[in-house]
């Protein structure tokens, strides 16, 4: 069956590292066979903000507005606006979903956090029940793939920026393992503008060189859900806790147990 590919991207210029990188991927799928669309969220001028314009028709509490609830009553009732739905369906259809940017303040740009607050709904992507290894995309793999203003060294464990690896925590575990994606390891250009003509060539020709075999990658690991307690504020299970009591490095950068952090966690599969 063909792989269907959904790259949200976002970056001003067409002449950019970012949209080398999205061409490539671009070319390299398609080669292979998949279907790849593209959400040009500047192109599409797509709204960031998350706001009651998002829904059509008549709010069932609008002094006390509260965004979740409301947008997943008008997604139950096919009254989301237009380029919310349209980005839900690519989605929906999508196997793998690469999030192409540079990286903004350590994080993604606003229009790509405006995509995951207003796209990512309650009820279409999660919910108390569907979340984590439990979550509704489950059956998906996503990626970030991203340019950095600063080079690796700035970056590590000793850097000036911090571990990298703590950086992307939030972003791969509390946006895209919280909907239960399988989250491949990202794929960073470190410093694009910082480093020669030649160089970015040699960058770009390694990212085709993975993009041949990304759709069999191993995900990052992610602890499971049923190593929490729910009766006991998903807590950690005495037992699990107990397993892990003489390793050297926690869990994961997040549920680290007081450990050092293990090493390239967010970085790289079967770490």
Not at 158 to 180: A, S
Request: hydrophobic letters at 40%.
């Amino acid at each position: 069956m063909t792989k269907k590919v959904l790259i949200v991207y976002a970056h001003q210029s067409a002449c950019s590292f970012s949209a080398a990188a999205k061409d490539a991927a671009m070319e390299a799928l398609t080669a292979q066979g998949c279907t790849v669309e593209v959400s040009d969220l500047y192109a599409l001028k797509f709204k960031a903000t998350a706001t009651a314009e998002d829904i059509i028709g008549e709010i069932k509490n609008a002094e006390h507005f509260r965004y979740a609830e409301e947008t997943k009553l008008a997604w139950e009732a096919g009254k989301l606006s237009a380029d919310i739905t349209e980005e839900q369906r690519k989605l929906t259809e999508a196997d793998l979903i690469i999030f192409q940017f540079p990286m903004y303040w350590f994080t993604v740009p606003a229009i790509m956090k405006g995509w995951f607050d207003r796209v990512l709904t309650l009820g279409f992507a999660y919910s108390q029940e569907k979340r984590y290894t439990e979550g509704i995309f489950k059956d998906k793999k996503a990626m970030l793939s991203f340019t950095t203003g600063s080079h690796e060294s700035m970056f590590s464990a000793n850097g000036i920026n911090g571990d990298m690896n703590v950086t992307l925590w939030p972003l791969q575990n509390g946006i895209m393992h919280y909907c239960g994606f399988q989250v491949l390891a990202p794929q960073i250009f470190w410093a694009p503008s910082h480093i020669p003509t030649e160089a970015r060539s040699t960058v770009l020709k390694a990212w085709r060189t993975r993009l041949q075999g990304l759709l069999g990658e191993k995900p990052l690991s992610f602890t499971p859900m049923d190593c929490f307690d729910r009766e006991k504020g998903f807590q950690l299970k005495p037992e699990v806790h107990e397993k892990h009591a003489g390793k050297e490095f926690g869990l994961t950068v997040g549920i680290h147990l007081g450990k050092a952090l293990p090493p390239n966690n967010q970085m790289k599969a079967g770490v």
